[in-house]
């Protein structure tokens, strides 16, 4: 079983629709968490970076913890064609060795 | 600030021969990541470094693979025999702290024949 699982997708939405995205998780030490947006042939860029439970809002981009339930969220408002991208969630624990989830690829169709 | 740098950005070879990558991280980022990324997975880690040290070494990471920072500055990936499973997009990573989180370069994406 891996430690981060993610849905690979592809998740296909109509523009202005919202994007909801999920990774869960098996380790407990996990502390710090990150969404990534990559796009094709590109290096992954960061997103959100959160380290407690709860929401944080930076735009129309919304990131969720509960770590609790070892579960993580993206959210992303008013979608763009331009989201259309690969989301990677990222975990770190507090010595610092990061694991990514699959990544999953996000269409979004004008 | 520049962001995170990789060079080259494409390298092709033959089967069996030696290759080696460039990262030029963040200035001032004392932690610099390596990782190798294949079509539809995450980035794999492959090693760090903390300064000039490395810390760690993935189980991926053969002997063929070796990775240096000598002046806790730059890193250079050596990649000795290719074999054609070493096709991947090689991706670095620097940050500057354990707590803080860390920012990719673009990549070195390698083609193996």
């Known amino acids: 079983q891996k430690e981060v699982e993610q849905d690979p997708g592809p998740l296909s939405v109509p523009e202005g629709a919202i994007v909801s995205l999920n990774c869960t998780y098996s380790?407990?030490?996990?502390?710090?968490f990150m969404w990534y947006r990559q796009y094709s042939r590109k290096g992954p860029e960061l997103l959100m970076y959160?380290?407690?439970?709860g929401n944080k809002e930076d735009g129309r981009f919304t990131a969720q913890v509960d770590k609790s339930s070892k579960y993580i969220s993206l959210f992303i408002r008013d979608s763009q064609p331009s989201d259309s991208a690969t989301y990677l969630c990222?975990?770190?624990?507090?010595?610092?060795?990061?694991?990514f989830g699959a990544g999953t690829q996000v269409v979004v169709t004008p | 600030d520049t962001g995170v740098s990789q060079n080259p950005r494409h390298k092709i070879t033959k089967r069996g021969q030696n290759v080696t990558f460039r990262c030029d991280p963040i200035?001032?980022?004392?932690?610099l990541y390596w990782y190798r990324q294949t079509l539809g997975q995450g980035p794999e880690f492959l090693t760090y470094f903390q300064n000039e040290a490395q810390l760690e070494k993935s189980r991926l990471l053969s002997d063929r693979f070796s990775a240096e920072r000598p002046k806790g500055s730059f890193s250079t990936l050596e990649i000795q025999r290719t074999e054609q499973g070493d096709s991947a997009m090689y991706l670095c990573?620097?940050?500057?702290?354990?707590?803080?989180?860390?920012?990719f370069g673009p990549g070195t994406r390698l083609l193996v024949l």
């Open positions: 990573a620097s940050s500057r702290t354990v707590q803080e989180t860390q920012y």
């Open positions: 959160t380290y407690s439970s």
């Open positions: 200035s001032e980022h004392n932690r």
């Open positions: 380790n407990s030490a996990f502390q710090y």
């Open positions: 990222a975990m770190k624990d507090s010595w610092g060795k990061f694991q």
